[in-house]
């Protein structure tokens, strides 16, 4: 990007891994197989968005403006888990809302940064019909989000001059129950 462009306007950290994990699993196999499991998780989830945060930051600066917009969940900014078996992925995704904060302190005045935790915009491809339906009936809104509303709301956060370390939730109310 440097080579090409000399700067950077936007980074957009939105990898992730969502995969159950059984505790179990991380349990018995805390030396090998666990740790890959956790290991994967945060380096996909939290280190990449560091990385790229921190490679990104230098362009952004030589401007004077940039954004930084990374994603995590809804539980994670819920500041409590409520689904077993994802143990390294809400670790990885609560870091990302610690990164975000930390990262907007030391990045002001000229670099923004907010994330947005995304709740039910997608049903996941391998969910039944039961788990969807449930999942609905436990959202406000009482439907899914969409790719659309994801998009309005990272515009939202490009085009304003005084947000800065805030955590969005895109998730239909599913926070308030």
Not at 3 to 31: E, Q, R, W
Not at 64 to 70: L, T, V
Not at 116 to 142: M, R, V
Not at 148 to 154: H, N, T
Request: proline share 5%; aromatic share 8%.
């Amino acid at each position: 990007i440097k080579k090409n462009f000399g700067s950077l306007d936007i980074l957009i950290n939105m990898a992730s891994v969502y995969k159950k994990t059984p505790y179990a699993k991380l349990l018995h196999n805390s030396t090998s197989a666990g740790n890959s499991l956790w290991q994967h998780n945060i380096d996909t989830d939290l280190k990449s968005a560091y990385s790229l945060s921190l490679l990104s930051a230098p362009l952004m600066q030589k401007k004077g403006w940039g954004r930084i917009i990374n994603f995590t969940d809804w539980v994670a900014a819920s500041g409590r888990p409520r689904y077993k078996d994802r143990l390294p992925y809400y670790v990885a995704k609560t870091g990302i809302k610690g990164l975000t904060e930390s990262l907007a302190l030391e990045l002001a005045p000229h670099i923004l940064v907010n994330a947005l935790a995304l709740g039910p915009i997608l049903p996941q491809k391998n969910a039944s019909e039961e788990d969807k339906k449930k999942s609905i009936q436990a959202t406000p809104l009482k439907k899914w989000g969409n790719p659309m509303e994801v998009a309005k709301a990272v515009l939202f956060l490009i085009d304003s001059d005084f947000i800065t370390g805030e955590c969005l939730r895109i998730d239909g109310g599913k926070h308030l129950l």
